[in-house]
T-cell receptor, first 111, second 113 residues
Framework: NAGVTQTPKFRVLKTGQSMTLLCAQDMNHEYMYWYRQDPGMGLRLIHY???????AKGEVPDGYNVSRLKKQNFLLGLESAAPSQTSVYFCASSYGRVGYTFGSGTRLTVV | AQSVSQHNHHVILSEAASLELGCNYS??????LFWYVQYPGQHLQLLLK??????LVKGIKGFEAEFIKSKFSFNLRKPSVQWSDTAEYFC???????????FGAGTRLTVKP
């Protein structure tokens, strides 16, 4: 089925460890986004990309890095995980600026 | 950048009651507005969207929303809720000259059978 695929679905990290979350879309969308969802705070934009090779900061970019080497993939990296990064991470993509398709999320716990 | 506020954090209704969830946005120009729903354990799904034209927008599952430009509001309504509407609802906005969508904090709706 076409859509947005996130891997992994669950992960537990120790403080200071690093990891990369992968988002892949097969809809040929130009725009891709990483959000984090925390109780009572909704979704907050971490980073986004308007095309292959481009990235931009969102509302809460600190502690995260991203790369968009291929149009279909958008990677979110945590270089040194902290407990404050415990969250559910959602990737989304869109053809233009609107009409987002969301992935099923990655639940990350940092202990 | 644009921002969104949702007034209600948690709403509890009985089946067949009417629903109205508030949403206000802050942005100085033209916006596109959205309501998304997130059922427990699932990802966000689009309920409805407003781009231009008729300010009363109808979406899926009997939901509708009204854009009131003078009040910077985009409230979600449903005449008669069902138990299956239990979910979290998010209002979102994207400014005409922006590339990123911003979400409100969400309203959790619990419908008692």
């Amino acid at each position: 089925n076409a859509g947005v695929t996130q891997t992994p679905k669950f992960r537990v990290l120790k403080t200071g460890q690093s990891m990369t979350l992968l988002c892949a879309q097969d809809m040929n969308h130009e725009y891709m986004y990483w959000y984090r969802q925390d109780p009572g705070m909704g979704l907050r934009l971490i980073h986004y990309s308007v095309g292959e090779g481009t990235t931009a900061k969102g509302e809460v970019p600190d502690g995260y890095n991203v790369s968009r080497l291929k149009k279909q993939n958008f990677l979110l990296g945590l270089e040194s995980a902290a407990p404050s990064q415990t969250s559910v991470y959602f990737c989304a993509s869109s053809y233009g600026r609107v009409g987002y398709t969301f992935g099923s999320g990655t639940r990350l716990t940092v202990v | 950048a644009q921002s969104v506020s949702q007034h209600n954090h948690h709403v509890i209704l009985s089946e067949a009651a009417s629903l109205e969830l508030g949403c206000n946005y802050s942005y100085g120009g033209t916006v596109n507005l959205f309501w998304y729903v997130q059922y427990p354990g699932q990802h966000l799904q689009l309920l409805l969207k407003y781009f231009s034209g008729d300010p009363l927008v109808k979406g899926i599952k009997g939901f509708e929303a009204e854009f009131i430009k003078s009040k910077f509001s985009f409230n979600l309504r449903k005449p008669s809720v069902q138990w299956s509407d239990t979910a979290e609802y998010f209002c979102a906005v994207i400014g005409k000259h922006n590339n990123d969508m911003r979400f409100g904090a969400g309203t959790r709706l619990t419908v008692k059978p």
